[in-house]
């Protein structure tokens, strides 16, 4: 069983920058598929960004692209998001998630990972 805990949400002024991170425990992340997704009142979870198990594969939403990089410290066994140039619609409860088998899918669902942190909110000012 990984238990996920996110860290980082907080207020910022558009164009402002945050990093969320993602401490896992239970499993190492080098062996897991790992996820941040988002949500917004009113809309349905979406991914943001992922990394594959070996990190040889990364997802990046088009509506970040540019903007978020997902990164993943193998020693200190977290998974980290950093946000740059932050607009009002990346306002939402930010979340990580592990998919422990199979192959990091092209467009990474909510339905595909079984392991979910609380979130974190982030609130992006205009």
């Known amino acids: 069983q990984v238990q996920l805990v996110e860290s980082g949400g907080g207020l910022v002024q558009a164009g402002g920058s945050l990093r969320l991170s993602c401490a896992a425990s239970g499993r190492t992340v080098s062996t897991l598929n790992m996820a941040w997704f988002r949500q917004a009142p009113g809309k349905e979870r979406e991914s943001v960004a992922a990394v594959s198990q070996s990190g040889g594969r990364t997802y990046t939403a088009d509506s970040v692209k540019g903007r978020f990089t997902i990164s993943r410290d193998n020693a200190k066994n977290m998974v980290s998001l950093h946000m740059n140039s932050l607009i009002p619609e990346d306002t939402a409860v930010y979340y990580c998630?592990?998919?422990?088998?199979?192959?990091?899918?092209?467009?990474?669902?909510?339905?595909?990972?079984?392991?979910w942190g609380q979130g974190t909110q982030v609130t992006v000012s205009s």
């Open positions: 998630a592990a998919q422990p088998w199979g192959t990091l899918p092209t467009i990474p669902h909510q339905h595909n990972f079984v392991s």
